[in-house]
């Protein structure tokens, strides 16, 4: 009779605690925030367009920023290090190859042949990489402060 109410216990209480207990621990791993590289790999930035801070400001009231175009390629294997965008909004829209954003709550996959621009806001953090074996190019606009 004791070994049948050990048996009993087991299966209501104890098992079950290991369960949640495993199943949270996994689940934490699962749900823990994502970091980037901490350094550019790759990269080549070809400057395509400026509208200095003069102008700006003239056009639209904005000081100590300059709006500029760039062309970003990310060879293959390379990688864009972690960065903020709390002062420096832009857009970018892949337009050939495939690179991976990286965010803290994980990664997107954008393609040269996809429709969606990534938004670079106030609260974006993040990073990239180019894990195929082609280049990667993204047309990016963004308003950079200037130093």
Not at 16 to 29: E, N
Not at 45 to 67: D, N
């Amino acid at each position: 009779m004791a070994v049948r109410a050990i048996q009993e216990r087991w299966r209501i209480g104890i098992a079950p605690a290991i369960a949640l207990t495993l199943f949270g621990t996994l689940t934490g791993v699962a749900l823990a925030k994502m970091s980037g590289p901490t350094e550019h790999k790759g990269l080549t930035i070809g400057k395509l367009g400026v509208i200095e801070e003069e102008m700006l400001r003239r056009q639209t009231g904005l000081e100590g920023y300059l709006m500029q175009l760039r062309a970003i390629t990310i060879a293959p294997g390379g990688q864009i290090a972690e960065h903020s965008h709390e002062k420096r909004p832009g857009l970018v829209k892949v337009i050939d190859g495939e690179a991976v954003e990286g965010r803290e709550t994980g990664e997107t996959v954008f393609a040269g042949d996809g429709a969606e621009a990534i938004i670079e806001d106030g609260d974006t953090v993040h990073w990239f990489y180019n894990r195929t074996d082609a280049p990667a190019t993204a047309i990016v606009c963004d308003l950079t402060p200037v130093s």
